[in-house]
């Protein structure tokens, strides 16, 4: 299993957002998707707030992750009508991944639109939630 997971952040309308961040495995926990977006609950500090911050009641952090069907623009929303093409799963893939090496990389697929588009990581945000 690796390490890190990998996302290639894609946003041809601000170049300086196009990089890639890791993400520590053993810092996640919870992971879910809604509105375009894919939000990944960190782990609290040891001895912060518990285990986990999503089971203590308390603020988290939280990595946002906008997800779109196009490079340049965020409002072309990917169509996910069955939870095995939703991006959260992507994630979950390459946790489960054994790639050999210390990261593996959360590649988003296709969505379930007529006409399948390809998915992209639009944008990554690292925030403080009260809302868990």
Do not use: C
């Amino acid at each position: 299993m690796a390490k890190f997971i990998k996302f290639n952040i894609v946003d041809s309308s601000t170049p300086a957002n196009q990089k890639v961040h890791l993400l520590d495995i053993d810092n996640i926990g919870d992971i879910s998707y809604g509105s375009q977006k894919v939000s990944i609950v960190l782990k609290a500090p040891a001895g912060a707030f518990g285990d986990a911050a999503a089971t203590a009641g308390l603020s988290a952090r939280v990595v946002e992750l906008e997800v779109s069907t196009s490079k340049s623009s965020l409002s072309a929303a990917p169509t996910i009508t069955n939870g095995s093409a939703s991006p959260d799963q992507a994630i979950v893939k390459a946790m489960t991944a054994n790639p050999g090496g210390v990261a593996a990389t959360a590649q988003l697929g296709k969505d379930e639109a007529g006409t399948p588009l390809q998915m992209y990581w639009h944008s990554w945000a690292v925030v403080t939630t009260d809302d868990i």
